[in-house]
């Protein structure tokens, strides 16, 4: 799986990997969040875009992003999309999570970003996809707090 840096071009997993542990490593007192968000969009009915961005934010100083993209079949369904969108962003966090208690970095907050808020029509879905992600053992943010999904991943799906 190819992650995509906005300044560093495309890395493997592993190296994105090493690179938020150098990143977190060089101001080891400050607080960080690992927030992992995706977003989709559909291309004339014909696929879907998904795009899921991994952040390290280190509190009130900035942070980096990394994204994979990936194309897809179509699916028509809205919930089907935020489901896999969840999916996605899961699937990335098990392997973070798991990078981590292998390396000792176990002090991360995880945030899983999803693509859901009170307005709109992914209301209706809230309370499921939250599920996931809490039933996982993630944090979960919803709209208008989901940047990661919302602004990151969003700017890349188009």
């Not at 992992?36 to 875009?49: A, K, W, Y």
């Not at 028509?76 to 390396?103: D, K």
Request: glycine share 8%; with cysteine.
């Amino acid at each position: 799986m190819l992650f995509t840096s906005p300044s560093k071009g495309q890395v493997t997993f592993h190296k994105m990997f090493e690179d938020l542990v150098t990143y977190t490593n060089e101001y080891p007192d400050e607080s960080y969040k690992l927030i992992i968000g995706t977003d989709s969009h559909s291309l004339l009915n014909e696929s879907v875009i998904f795009v899921t961005a991994v952040i390290v934010h280190r509190i009130g100083k900035g942070g980096r992003f990394y994204y994979h993209k990936q194309k897809t079949r179509y699916m028509e369904s809205l919930r089907q999309r935020i489901y896999y969108e969840t999916f996605l962003s899961l699937g990335v966090a098990t392997r973070m999570t798991e990078q981590l208690a292998q390396n000792g970095n176990c002090q991360l907050n995880v945030e899983i970003h999803l693509d859901v808020g009170e307005k709109g029509q992914t209301r209706d879905i809230i309370k499921e996809v939250v599920g996931m992600v809490i039933g996982s053992g993630y944090q979960a943010c919803i709209k208008p707090d989901s940047f990661g999904a919302t602004t990151v991943a969003d700017r890349f799906t188009k």
